[in-house]
């Protein structure tokens, strides 16, 4: 069964850090292009990060320099590291991955950054 699982999400308050994971089951992992990806309330869903399959990685200018994304292939598993946390980061946060025309999405992981 091919399943993407988000975990991690919580509240924290500004300032604070919080790792994500995504772990895959049901895909050849180290051939999919893997992303993080954000929506908040009322708004569209949007990049976060993505790092593809030899590991280079790209990221949105609002999280530059505060958000690591990197994946683990032999867990099948991929991180975001997220430091500073804004409460302009509040959202529910989604794992993505790719391959070719190929996009599968997990359930979501809420992030509240607040006091």
């Known amino acids: 069964q091919v399943q993407l699982v988000e975990s991690g999400g919580t509240l924290v308050q500004p300032g604070g850090s919080l790792r994500l994971s995504c772990v895959a089951s049901?895909?050849?992992?180290?051939?999919?292009?893997m992303g993080w990806y954000r929506q908040a309330p009322g708004e569209q869903r949007e990049l976060v990060a993505t790092?593809?399959?030899?590991?280079?990685?790209n990221y949105a200018d609002s999280v530059k320099g505060r958000f690591t994304i990197s994946r683990d292939n032999a867990k099948n598993t991929v991180y975001l590291q997220m430091n500073s946390l804004k409460p302009e980061d509040t959202a529910v946060y989604y794992c993505?991955?790719?391959?070719?025309?190929?996009?599968?999405w997990g359930q979501g992981t809420q992030v509240i950054v607040s006091t």
């Open positions: 993505m991955a790719k391959l070719y025309s190929v996009e599968l």
């Open positions: 049901g895909i050849l992992f180290s051939r999919y292009i």
């Open positions: 790092v593809t399959t030899r590991g280079s990685t």
